[in-house]
C-alpha cells in the first residue's frame, strides 16, 4: 500500500521566493496534519484537516504561510515570500479519525526538507 | 499545554546490548506513538500504543497510561537501530500529536 507522498524531498531556494510543498495522504484517511521539525522547537504541528476542512491553524507561524486541501488526496503547504528562518524539514501526515470506535494512529511520509538561503 | 519527557536525551551503547527507553507526559492521553528517525530523516512508525504491551521482533513497549509513562525497549541492538527515537502523545479529545525532545541512540559496531 502506498504511504503518504511529499513532494519534493529537497527544496533549496532564495528568499523572498515562493515554496510550495505538497502532500497526498494514504487513501480513505480522513484526517492530514502538517508538522515542521527545527533544531530549536523539534516537531510541532503547523495545521491540520479533517474531510478537507481546515480545523487548527494556531501552529502556523505567520501570514506568510497558508495550506489547502482542494480534495482528499491533495494538500499544499505554501509560504509567500520565503525567509531564512524557514529552513526546516516539513512532515505531512495522515490518519483514519477512527475506526469501529477506536482512535487511529498517524502515519507521516518521508518530509520535504526546505533551505532557504 | 501537555509536557512530553523523553530520557535520556543520549544513549550510546555496543551492538548486541539492551536498551530502555523512557516516555513521560502530564495529562491523561487517548494517543502514543513511537517513531524511529532514521539516518535519512524518515519518521517511521514503531508502535501506537495508548495502553499495554506490544512487542514486535526484537522491539517492544509499555504504556502505563494511569502513571503516564510509556517505555520502548531494544534487544540485541543493532548499528540499523541508530537514530532518533520520539514519543508522542495525542490528548483527550484533540487530534494533533505533541512530541518529546527524542533520545538519539547511537549503536556501535
Known amino acids: 500500500d502506498a504511504g503518504v507522498i511529499q513532494s519534493p524531498r529537497h527544496e533549496v531556494t532564495e528568499m523572498g521566493q515562493e515554496v510550495t510543498l505538497r502532500c497526498k495522504p494514504i487513501s480513505g484517511h480522513d484526517y492530514l496534519f502538517w508538522y515542521r521539525q527545527t533544531m530549536m522547537r523539534g516537531l510541532e504541528l503547523l495545521i491540520y484537516f479533517n474531510n478537507n476542512v481546515p480545523i487548527d491553524d494556531s501552529g502556523m507561524p505567520e501570514d506568510r504561510f497558508s495550506a489547502k486541501m482542494p480534495n482528499a488526496s491533495f494538500s499544499t503547504l505554501k509560504i509567500q515570500p520565503s525567509e531564512p528562518r524557514d529552513s526546516a524539514v516539513y512532515f505531512c501526515a495522515s490518519s483514519l479519525g477512527k475506526d469501529r470506535g477506536r482512535n487511529q494512529p498517524q502515519h507521516f511520509g518521508d518530509g520535504t526538507r526546505l533551505s532557504i538561503l | 499545554g501537555i509536557q512530553v519527557e523523553q530520557s535520556p536525551p543520549d544513549l550510546i551503547l555496543q551492538e548486541g546490548a539492551n536498551s530502555t527507553l523512557r516516555c513521560n507526559f502530564s495529562d491523561s492521553v487517548n494517543n502514543l506513538q513511537w517513531f524511529h528517525q532514521n539516518p535519512w530523516g524518515q519518521l517511521i512508525n514503531l508502535f501506537y500504543?495508548?495502553?499495554g504491551t506490544k512487542q514486535n521482533g526484537r522491539l517492544s513497549a509499555t504504556t502505563v497510561a494511569t502513571e503516564r509513562y510509556s517505555l520502548l525497549y531494544i534487544s540485541s541492538s543493532q548499528t540499523t537501530d541508530s537514530g532518533v527515537y520520539f514519543c508522542a502523545v495525542r490528548l483527550q479529545g484533540a487530534q494533533k500529536l505533541v512530541f518529546g525532545q527524542g533520545t538519539r541512540l547511537t549503536i556501535n559496531p
Open positions: 500504543i495508548p495502553s
